[in-house]
């Protein structure tokens, strides 16, 4: 058993509303319905939902108009802005894992709650931590060119793996299906984590040090992939990778919802 942590607590700019309640499935799911039946199916038995304040309400009413959530699913609200210093934009991903801690006891993993990853991603992750030790994380990786969109052009953080080790994650910017540079099986990163209740520690220690150097930057966020890189830098964790052969279904922009729609659909 573990717990889910949904991430949907993002201000979805570019997409002009609540994305993360955006309805993309056949029967007017969102993704977070998604990741939420596919993450139980793979043994979670609890799932945080990190969220800001202005749309909790939301949020639970998306649940209630839908039909309620499982009796047997334990389900807690975290407001991430009531986490440290106020400001209208998010601290970020990592930030927001960090707010769920006193939510979290246990193996825990961490999606976005506005990306479809499937439900053999959530299986292998989960067969995977298993065997996770104090000190170590897994990350669910995507073959490259399942993520890429039918349009546009996107970032990716792809991945640079030895054996089943993550050794780093590099962001590249503007790649589309007319032009990628890389081969069609290089590992990237979508942000489906797993990780030990000890990492929390790592984060709350790393946020510290990135409110000394941000605090006064109105845009500046804590990503999680950057904290798990500064403790693999140290030799405090050690990031292995299990490879999905899913197709990753996401939006960005408003344009997006059809394309999702319909490859929604066809699953």
């Keep these: 058993m573990f717990t889910l942590v949904v991430m949907a607590a ?6 002009g509303g609540t994305k993360q309640l955006a309805q993309v499935g056949p029967n007017g799911e969102a993704f977070l319905d998604f990741a939420i039946a596919d993450s139980r199916a793979a043994g979670a038995n609890r799932v945080v939902l990190i969220v800001r304040s202005d749309i ?6 998306h649940f209630e108009t839908r039909g309620g959530l499982p009796d047997d699913l334990d389900i807690a609200y975290v407001r991430q802005d009531e986490h440290g210093p106020s400001r209208p934009k998010p601290w970020g991903t990592a930030h927001a894992v960090l707010a769920a801690a006193e939510a979290v006891s246990g193996p825990f993993m961490v999606c976005n ?11 292998a992750l989960a067969q995977a931590m298993q065997t996770m030790a104090d000190d170590e994380a897994w990350l669910c990786g995507y073959h490259i060119d399942h993520t890429l969109p039918a349009e546009g052009a ?3 953080g792809v991945c640079q793996v030895d054996g089943d080790r993550l050794v780093g994650i590099v962001e590249e910017e503007g790649i589309s299906r007319a032009d990628n540079p890389f081969p069609e099986d290089t590992i ?4 489906l984590w797993a990780f030990s209740p000890t990492f929390i520690d790592a984060l709350q220690d790393g946020f510290e040090r990135f409110l000394a150097d941000n605090c006064d930057n ?3 966020e804590y990503l999680l992939p950057h904290a798990v890189a500064e403790e693999m830098e140290k030799g ?3 990031v292995r990778v299990v490879a999905t052969e899913e197709t990753w279904i996401g939006v960005t922009n408003p344009d997006d919802l059809q394309i999702a729609r319909t490859a929604l659909e066809s699953r």
Excluded: C, H, I, K
């Design 188 to 191: 990237v990163s979508m942000n």
């Design 236 to 238: 405090a964790l050690t």
């Design 10 to 15: 993002g201000l979805g700019s570019r997409f």
């Design 113 to 123: 709650a506005d990306d479809y990853y499937g439900p053999t991603a959530y299986a």
């Design 154 to 156: 996107v970032t990716r």
């Design 218 to 220: 109105p845009t500046a």
């Design 56 to 61: 909790e309400a939301d949020v639970q009413q």
